[in-house]
């Protein structure tokens, strides 16, 4: 039986049930876990994902670069016109 590292209550997880790098839930505190070994069965604190955050910059980034784009866009055309 493993204990959560945050509140120290136990845990109903077999080793055979899980894979190193599943993720799991405390039911009493609700922290987010890392199984970070099987054998013997070890538990941490998940670090947190800032995956987010990088898919909301690329988002951004690609804007950006759709807004260059469009500007060359009408820069040729005005070369065009003339």
Do not use: F, H, R
Not at 20 to 48: F, H
Request: net charge negative; charged share 50%.
């Amino acid at each position: 039986m493993a204990t959560c590292p945050e509140c120290d209550a136990d845990l109903d997880v077999d080793e055979y049930d899980v894979d190193k790098g599943d993720l799991l839930s405390c039911p009493e505190c609700g922290s987010n876990l890392e199984v970070v070994s099987v054998t013997p069965l070890e538990i941490e604190a998940a670090q947190e994902d800032d995956d987010d955050d990088e898919d909301d910059d690329d988002v951004e980034d690609d804007a950006a670069e759709d807004e260059d784009d469009d500007e060359e866009e009408e820069e040729e055309a005005e070369d065009w016109d003339q």
